[in-house]
């Protein structure tokens, strides 16, 4: 079992930054891939960004392409979403998410634990 627990959401204005973070604790957080998803409002949770297990492999959504960075730290158990040139459309509750075998991958449904949401408001 793996916990995790968001933070560093907030309000930016367009053009602005923001990191968010995901400590984890419980089981070892180096074994399993993490991803970050996002869901606004009226509208289905989606990928963002996914990274191996140990970092070397990172993977974006178009949407984030050149703007978000995923990183981790497992001496520190934690995860990262550097969040660059924001915009009004990046506005949603973001969740990281581990999964317990296989790579970083795109579908929700292959994640075992998730955090509880931090929310992200980009304002114009």
């Known amino acids: 079992q793996v916990q995790l627990v968001e933070s560093g959401g907030g309000l930016v204005h367009a053009g602005g930054s923001l990191r968010l973070s995901c400590v984890a604790s419980?089981?070892?957080?180096?074994?399993?891939?993490m991803g970050w998803f996002r869901q606004a409002p009226g509208k289905e949770c989606e990928w963002v960004a996914g990274?191996?297990?140990?970092?070397?492999?990172?993977g974006y959504a178009d949407s984030v392409k050149e703007r978000f960075t995923i990183s981790r730290d497992n001496a520190k158990d934690t995860g990262y979403l550097q969040m660059n040139s924001q915009n009004p459309e990046d506005t949603a509750v973001y969740y990281c998410?581990?999964?317990?075998?296989?790579?970083?991958?795109?579908?929700?449904?292959?994640?075992?634990?998730w955090g509880q949401g931090t929310q992200v408001t980009v304002s114009t």
């Open positions: 998410a581990s999964k317990t075998y296989g790579g970083a991958t795109i579908s929700a449904s292959t994640y075992d634990f």
């Open positions: 419980g089981d070892t957080f180096s074994s399993y891939a």
């Open positions: 990274i191996t297990s140990n970092g070397a492999g990172t």
